[in-house]
């Protein structure tokens, strides 16, 4: 049963939500309590841009069970344009079309599912554009 | 003025040709372009479902809105294909979004014109004063029985409509519902695939709603076809739109923006709506639009638009309905299509 995590994670998965360090200006995808750069606890809640560039990816072609029907799909690092980084799976795309510093977007995708009877799991993916 | 303050449309990058299904079932690909018009469909993504499909029509009428997304009193989205038996898909597009949580949400369904009542209902709550804006959406990924007809129609995509009171694009003037008890198309509680009347579709069910609906409301707007730019119709197929047109009086010019299905397929509670979508991209200042949906069961909505000075000015701040149908595409063999339809058995 995963719902509690998700439901508490739907904030950076659906909306992309971080939070910006009110003293130093870093920004932490996911948020965190505690400021990485200078140890402070104030952050207030930005949206990160949608859109940014492939840094490197890598082609899955065994993957876990969960995953297993959907091979073979791309994961890769983003950097979206306001500087952030994230992991993540490049969906649409065929593993020949993919090249580093390509432009993405990232849409709302389902993640996984909870098993045949559970919740399914929505999130962020990234496409070309 | 109510009416559309923002529209958007999303289809797959998938597809899949009609000569491919019938190769796989041994059908002539000829006979069955010449029977429904249907050149190719669109196919979900393994990981899209009719949420993701509203999630993404939404955003892209949200851009041409411009509107803050907390000022939508009211998300309503009509679909056959709602991933939840019990749990509103709105609720998860409020959130994704940024409405809410002082949102009025629910799931509608009728067969193909579950989009349209979203629409309609959306619309009313703004012209009632009721709220500000109002989202109504229509999405499916249709089901087709494997060698079923429908196979060759059922697709993927979906439209979503911001209605209000400020900036409208295209006023609704007129709208008129028809329904009655027609059981021309079906699927029970637990089955996988819808069944249907076969060809009592035609005559009892499909055209007697939709000109049941079109002849009300052009006697309630005392209008003529020849007064109109644009017109649009439900498309199970490509054919069914066209006659249904023909017998209003309405050109092949008049339908031909908005008739997408032979490229499209059927997205069922998306149909209409995206068809209105395409000719939204396209058209101008005082152009008068002509819609009506039909959803088995069976009932039709119509509306009368009229396009407003706005809609230019934000036709071109969201991806249009024609690029996405005619680039980018992604071909499935039928094996790959069965793949991602979850149409293959496999073991737990």
């Known amino acids: 049963m995963i719902t509690a995590r998700y439901h508490r994670e739907i904030p950076q998965r659906y909306r992309l939500e971080a939070a910006k360090c009110s003293s130093c200006g870093n920004i932490s995808f996911p948020p965190r309590l505690v400021c990485p750069e200078c140890k402070a606890r104030k952050f207030e809640t930005i949206k990160l841009n949608d859109e940014g560039k492939l840094i490197t990816y890598t082609v899955i072609r065994v993957a876990s069970d969960k995953f297993s029907k959907e091979t073979p799909f791309a994961v890769g690092i983003v950097e979206l344009n306001d500087g952030v980084r994230l992991t993540t799976q490049i969906a649409d795309a065929e593993p020949e079309e993919l090249s580093i510093g390509q432009k993405v977007r990232l849409v709302f995708r389902r993640i996984q599912e909870d098993g045949k009877a559970g919740i399914l799991c929505y999130g962020y993916k990234a496409v070309i554009i | ?348």
């Open chain 2, 1 to 348: 003025m109510v009416g559309i303050v923002g529209y958007g449309a999303y289809v797959p990058r998938y597809r899949i040709k009609a000569e491919t299904i019938a190769h796989q079932w041994g059908m002539d690909p000829e006979a069955i372009n010449r029977g429904l018009q249907l050149i190719e469909k669109t196919v979900p993504g393994q990981d899209e479902d009719t949420i993701t499909i509203s999630v993404a029509a939404a955003k892209n009428a949200l851009k041409r809105a411009q509107i803050n997304p907390q000022e939508i009193g009211a998300v309503y989205i009509g679909s056959e294909s709602h991933p939840y038996a019990v749990k509103p898909s709105g609720t998860i597009l409020i959130d994704a979004l940024g409405i809410g949580p002082h949102v009025h949400v629910s799931s509608f369904e009728f067969a193909c014109k579950a989009g349209s009542e979203a629409m309609y209902v959306a619309y009313s709550h703004v012209k009632s004063g009721e709220m500000k804006y109002a989202l109504g959406i229509g999405a499916d990924t249709s089901q087709g029985a494997p060698g079923d007809a429908l196979e060759y129609s059922a697709s993927a995509g979906g439209a979503a409509f911001i209605m209000g009171s400020e900036k409208v694009l295209a006023e609704i003037l007129f709208t008129n519902s028809y329904t009655s008890d027609t059981p021309d198309f079906w699927r029970r509680e637990g089955e996988s695939y819808p069944r249907h009347g076969g060809r009592f579709t035609g005559d009892p069910a499909y055209f007697k709603h939709i000109m049941g609906a079109a002849n009300a409301l052009l006697e309630k707007s005392n209008m003529k076809p020849e007064d109109f730019q644009y017109a649009v119709f439900h498309m199970p197929n490509g054919k069914f739109p066209q006659e249904a047109g023909k017998r209003l009086g309405f050109t092949k010019k008049q339908l031909e923006v908005g008739w997408i299905v032979p490229l499209m397929g059927n997205t069922y509670s998306g149909s209409s709506p995206t068809g209105l979508a395409a000719i939204l991209d396209v058209a101008k200042p005082n152009d008068m639009i002509f819609m009506v949906s039909f959803g088995s069961g069976a009932g039709s909505d119509g509306f009368i638009y009229r396009v407003t000075d706005e809609l230019p000015k934000v036709q071109d701040r969201a991806p249009k309905l024609r690029d996405m149908l005619d680039k980018n595409k992604i071909h499935l063999n039928y094996g790959e299509y069965a793949k991602f339809r979850r149409k293959i058995k496999l073991n737990e």
